[in-house]
T-cell receptor
Framework: AQSVTQLDSQVPVFEEAPVELRCNYS??????LFWYVQYPNQGLQLLLK??????LVKGINGFEAEFNKSQTSFHLRKPSVHISDTAEYFC?????????????FGQGTRLTINP | DTEVTQTPKHLVMGMTNKKSLKCEQH?????MYWYKQKAKKPPELMFV???????INESVPSRFSPECPNSSLLNLHLHALQPEDSALYLC???????????????FGEGSRLTVL
């Protein structure tokens, strides 16, 4: 079965430091990739998405991610984090035509920014 | 501001009550979703409606009953719930499968349900 793995459940980082949140998925056949952010007591907001084309994708709030087909990864990066980036981050994958409307989420990574 | 609106934001109900959660979107999307999210967990898909027809039911207990009255509205009727059903219920919408479909979901802010 297809799966999404977020390798770190928690990532503590100092303010203005760079951060990488890791995401791997189980199969590289025709994937569509997403990163969502969830602030406390809120819904999920799309940060960025990869559908096709350039493997480096830029999103909102200074985040970017790189699609690596050979490593089946879609890691999220930000060069300098702010206190306001403290949130839960979810990687999500849709596989080609399989269950077209099913978006599979990873377990989430809690990003905590320390001053 | 989210373009998917959910009401109520908070709901407390007893195990014998009947209540409903409501969701509305005006983005012209023809697919709508209910997700359940427990604390510190990812959202779990419950139901998908495509063109107002139920297309996916992820083996959800019958005490949860979805309804899609039109392309903009999605309801989740709740009856005889258990305390373990307490969670954040998220509604989402997307383009439907046979349009310019990208799989991107637009989420509401959720309805936090507590079952006593």
């Amino acid at each position: 079965a297809q799966s999404v793995t977020q390798l770190d459940s928690q990532v503590p980082v100092f303010e203005e430091a760079p951060v990488e949140l890791r995401c791997n998925y189980s199969s590289s056949v025709s994937v569509y990739l997403f990163w969502y952010v969830q602030y406390p007591n809120q819904g999920l907001q799309l940060l960025l998405k990869y559908l096709s084309g350039s493997t480096l994708v830029k999103g909102i709030n200074g985040f970017e991610a790189e699609f690596n087909k050979s490593q089946t990864s879609f890691h999220l990066r930000k060069p300098s984090v702010h206190i306001s980036d403290t949130a839960e981050y979810f990687c999500a994958v849709r596989w080609g035509d399989q269950g077209a409307q099913k978006l599979v989420f990873g377990q989430g990574t809690r990003l905590t920014i320390n001053p | 501001d989210t373009e998917v609106t959910q009401t109520p934001k908070h709901l407390v109900m007893g195990m014998t009550n009947k209540k409903s959660l409501k969701c509305e979107q005006h983005m012209g999307h023809r697919a709508m979703y209910w997700y359940k999210q427990k604390a510190k967990k990812p959202p779990e898909l419950m139901f998908v409606y495509s063109y107002e027809k139920l297309s996916i039911n992820e083996s959800v207990p019958s005490r949860f009953s979805p309804e899609c009255p039109n392309s903009s509205l999605l309801n989740l009727h709740l009856h005889a719930l258990q305390p373990e059903d307490s969670a954040l219920y998220l509604c989402a919408s997307s383009q439907a499968r046979d349009t310019k479909y990208t799989g991107e979901l637009f989420f509401g802010e959720g309805s936090r349900l507590t079952v006593l």
